[in-house]
């Protein structure tokens, strides 16, 4: 019997410095990271003026006038399977001169090329298929083009750029 | 019958209470979590520049209590992402050795917490108030936005 009981102690011995071995215990905390849509245009700043000057041939409209001096840039995060566009809209319409701007996408998106901006206040697609990217210097070009002679004017308009969900 | 008091009782109720778990069983509690936001306002220069590369918790973000100790420990870290993204990673560090009767060490620069348990710090005796900071690394306007979530596990053992 006391053979038993040693044997049991001995036993019961080694199962506790096992236990003692083996304890471990374990807790947690959780890390919550939120990524938020991200949708940020600038514009360099304004365009030089367009000067309409007189045709170098009698009977021919003037020559149409380029800026290329402005920039614009973007950042855009969007969710999986979807794409941003950047439009622009001309506030009104300038008497006897069509006006068209191209807006360059080498960071992200593609560029739609030279657009007129036919009606005021119209959003019209400059740069579309937009993504997760971030880019600037991208060229905007203005270019004004002389439809009908008109009497000389001085005028300045705005361009609204939007950097907006494309229609899925 | 005295056998059976002064011997094989003590010897049964020791086998129950170690195998119970009764017997030094080391505890480990961690209080708090980190939540953090990347917006807008986390680009470096505005409109058409990147996010910032990094982010991190505040040096208390985490506080670990461990006690019961019954000598030397280890304590491994690791994380289970239930929505991650491959560009992120989620680092760690010890930002304070706490209280207590004890020792502590090891921990205190930041490594990366992976999916398996890997060795963060160790020490003898208990600690109470042990802060924890995480960081954030791949941040960029490259990951979609979403919520992104890590369990962080700290498993605490005898040694």
Not at chain 1, 18 to 33: D, Y
Not at chain 1, 89 to 113: M, N, P, R, W
Not at chain 2, 53 to 70: E, L, M, Y
Not at chain 2, 106 to 126: A, C, L, P, R, W
């Amino acid at each position: 019997m006391k053979t038993l009981t040693k044997i049991l102690l001995v036993v019961a011995l080694i199962a506790g410095l096992t236990g003692v071995a083996a304890a471990t215990n374990t807790t947690q905390s959780t890390v919550t990271i939120t990524f938020s849509e991200i949708a940020q245009i600038a514009a360099s700043g304004n365009p030089g003026t367009l000067t309409i000057a007189a045709p170098a041939t009698p009977g021919s409209l003037p020559a149409d006038q380029s800026d290329a001096s402005t920039t614009m840039a973007w950042t855009s995060n969007v969710a999986a399977g979807q794409t941003r566009k950047i439009t622009g809209s001309l506030a009104s319409l300038f008497d006897g001169i069509d006006l068209y701007a191209t807006v360059t996408a080498a960071g992200g998106g593609t560029s739609e090329g030279a657009l007129k901006f036919t009606a005021a206040a119209t959003d019209y697609n400059f740069v579309t298929g937009i993504g997760n990217c971030n880019t600037s210097g991208e060229t905007i070009t203005f270019r004004a083009s002389v439809t009908a002679m008109v009497a000389p004017y001085t005028s300045a308009k705005v361009v609204t750029w939007t950097l907006t969900e494309d229609a899925l | 019958m005295k056998t059976v008091v002064q011997y094989i009782i003590p010897a049964l109720l020791a086998l129950l209470a170690c195998y119970g778990g009764i017997c030094w069983a080391i505890s480990i509690t961690a209080t708090g979590n980190w939540s953090e936001t990347i917006d807008a306002s986390d680009l470096t220069a505005g409109a058409g520049s990147n996010l910032i590369d990094t982010c991190q918790s505040a040096a208390d973000a985490v506080s670990i209590d461990i006690a019961a100790t019954s000598g030397n420990w280890g304590l491994d870290v690791k994380k289970i992402t239930s929505n991650w993204h491959n560009n992120l990673h989620l680092h760690i560090r010890r930002a304070s050795d706490g209280t207590g009767s004890g020792t502590i060490s090891g921990g205190d620069s930041y490594q990366e917490v992976t999916d398996i348990d890997q060795s963060f710090f160790s020490g003898n005796g208990d600690r109470s108030n042990v802060n924890i900071q995480l960081k954030l690394t791949g941040v960029s306007i490259q990951v979609p936005p979403d919520v992104y979530t890590a369990t962080v596990y700290y498993t605490v053992s005898d040694q």
